[in-house]
Nanobody, 115 residues
């Protein structure tokens, strides 16, 4: 059974930091491109960060220099380190495992940035 289990979402003040984690079960983690998406209320889901099988990373412009995506193939886990958080980062964050023909999603974890 395929499961992606996110954790780490919380309420944090502007300027604060959080680290999201996503553990993958039931997939060949090593050959998946791992992604973090987010969806804010009333907005479309957007790709925030991606890490390929050879550790190449990409980020949406709004988080460059603040967020870092990384992966641990032994632990089957992808991380999103989020620093200098802003209120506009408030969203549900989703982990995604992408293969050539398949995509798998986690259930999401809420990140709220507010004073």
């Amino acid at each position: 059974q395929v499961r992606l289990v996110e954790s780490g979402g919380d309420l944090v003040q502007p300027g604060g930091s959080l680290r999201l984690s996503c553990v993958a079960f039931g997939i060949n983690f090593k050959i998946a491109t791992m992604n973090w998406y987010r969806q804010a209320p009333g907005k479309q889901r957007e790709l925030v960060a991606a890490v390929t099988t050879d550790d190449n990373t990409n980020y949406v412009d709004s988080v460059k220099g603040r967020f870092t995506i990384s992966r641990d193939n032994v632990k089957r886990t992808v991380y999103l380190q989020m620093n200098s958080l802003k209120p506009e980062d408030t969203a549900v964050y989703y982990c995604n495992a992408s293969f050539t023909r398949l995509n798998y999603w986690g259930q999401g974890t809420q990140v709220t940035v507010s004073s």
